[in-house]
């Protein structure tokens, strides 16, 4: 399997994690903590709702475990996973916890589109790709991957228009 097919079946993985975190009560977010050799460490789909927790995104909480687990050095060597591009405190706990990569299947751009002015996810204009580059560690990101584009954004499908069908239907 070439690096590329791997990139696609461990984001499929973490798509997978983001339909259970929504069957969970949560909002549809996975990512995945791959070793060196492509070996997942962790998972992780996000807790924010079910847990009454604002950190509580899927990146934040694998990377609180991680860097209890993982030395710096090791988790240097290993690529974080995530259904969608980490937004700006999800960037900040890679950076702080010393993740060497990022693979993401959709952009926080597209990510916008798909949640609109959900006060769930009142998303930040800020790709991880410039919250790594005010660092002093050259963290490598790799995204979107187009091939898992369509199952990233089935996972949202209905979520985000039913909050926001719902709130306007209490106006």
Not at 73 to 100: D, H, K, Q
Request: with cysteine; net charge negative.
């Amino acid at each position: 399997m070439s690096e590329h097919e791997s990139h696609i079946a461990l984001l499929r993985r973490c798509v997978e994690l983001s339909v259970a975190a929504r069957k969970s009560g949560n909002t549809p977010f996975g990512a995945l903590l791959a070793g060196p050799t492509g070996d997942v460490l962790l998972e992780q789909g996000n807790v924010e709702i079910t847990e009454s927790n604002c950190t509580g995104h899927a990146e934040t909480m694998l990377m609180e475990t991680a860097s209890k687990r993982y030395s710096k050095a090791e988790l240097w060597a290993c690529t974080l996973y995530t259904s969608a591009e980490p937004c700006a405190m999800c960037s900040g706990s890679i950076y702080w916890g010393n993740v060497g990569r990022v693979v993401f299947g959709i952009s926080e751009a597209l990510l916008a589109e798909l949640t609109g002015a959900d006060e769930q996810n009142p998303t930040l204009n800020l790709p991880c790709r410039e919250v790594f580059s005010r660092g002093c560690k050259p963290i490598e990101v790799i995204g979107p991957i187009h091939e898992v584009e369509a199952e990233a954004i089935a996972a949202h499908s209905g979520y985000w228009t039913a909050k926001l069908v719902e709130t306007t239907d209490k106006i």
